[in-house]
């Protein structure tokens, strides 16, 4: 009875070890705010889709319908390139196993010169920011989402998630520092890359506060048009983890079926 017990309770436990959604958006409720800027007190819940709005800069040419969200104007300025954000709250996480980031997305370019990125951010909160407080700059060009406060340490530190490297300046949000979904492409297209966080300075998913997700573009293109039909970030364990509980728990079982016979 003892060892159907222990075998039980490695089941039940390998349960925690589970991928945990952070957003999952395909546009079929979600809206888009135009304020210029993704504040503190528009947040949203990890994993519930349409909770806190994608935030735009005043004016923006992205909308939302029919279940994805569309930018099909040119011209370099805010309105048309600037990008869509999110902030969601992670911080109730608490599964340190959860050291990958996967995300996934499916869209579609129009002209094969329009370049669209995907920036991910995590935010370490030292205290707890002001309702006001700006986590992106949503107005940026070029497919760039500029900092609005810089990493000073003493409120907010901000790191690149597909790179690691903490957010101090300009040059490390810029397009070049995110991920990169299209370029000389056109059409329908996909993209499923995972990142592993473990030589991270912040090495999994727990030690983070909040997620920022920015959708940015670059309308190089003479009849540009980008759509995204649906986005997920999700943070996944580590693999050796999974392994060594499923090893564990069938030893266990091969030991009971052994005192059985």
């Given amino acids: 009875m003892k060892y159907i017990t222990a075998g039980l309770c490695l089941v039940l436990g390998a349960g925690a070890y589970a991928d945990a ?23 949203g819940t990890s994993g519930a889709v349409g909770s806190g709005a994608w935030q735009a800069a005043s004016g923006t040419k992205w909308g939302i319908g029919g279940g994805s969200v569309t930018n099909a104007s040119g011209g370099t300025n805010a309105q048309n390139e600037g990008a869509l954000g999110r902030l969601v709250d992670i911080s109730s996480l608490t599964d340190s196993s959860l050291n990958k980031i996967n995300l996934a997305v499916n869209f579609a370019t129009a002209n094969q010169s329009e370049t669209l990125y995907v920036h991910l951010r995590g935010y370490v909160a030292h205290a707890t920011p002001a309702a006001s407080r700006q986590f992106g700059n949503v107005g940026a060009t070029n497919g760039n989402v500029w900092e609005q406060q810089y990493s000073s340490g003493t409120t907010v530190s901000i790191y690149n998630l597909n790179t690691g490297v903490e957010v101090l300046d300009s040059p490390q949000a810029g397009a070049g520092t995110a991920v990169q979904l299209s370029s000389g492409t056109s059409g329908a ?7 592993d966080m473990s030589d991270y300075a912040v090495s999994d998913i727990t030690g983070y506060d909040y997620l920022g997700v920015f959708i940015s573009r670059n309308s190089a293109g003479v009849t540009p048009m980008a759509t995204i039909n649906d986005i997920t970030v999700t943070a996944i364990p580590e693999p050796a983890t999974l392994g060594l ?4 728990g069938t030893s266990i079982l091969f030991v009971r079926r052994r005192l059985v016979i």
Avoid at 25 to 40: E, I, M, Q
Wanted: proline share 0%.
């Fill in 21 to 43: 959604v952070l957003l999952s958006d395909s546009f079929d409720s979600s809206t888009v705010s135009a304020d210029n800027g993704l504040r503190y007190d528009e947040m």
């Fill in 189 to 195: 297209q996909s993209v499923d890359l995972t990142f």
């Fill in 245 to 248: 509980i499923a090893m564990v």
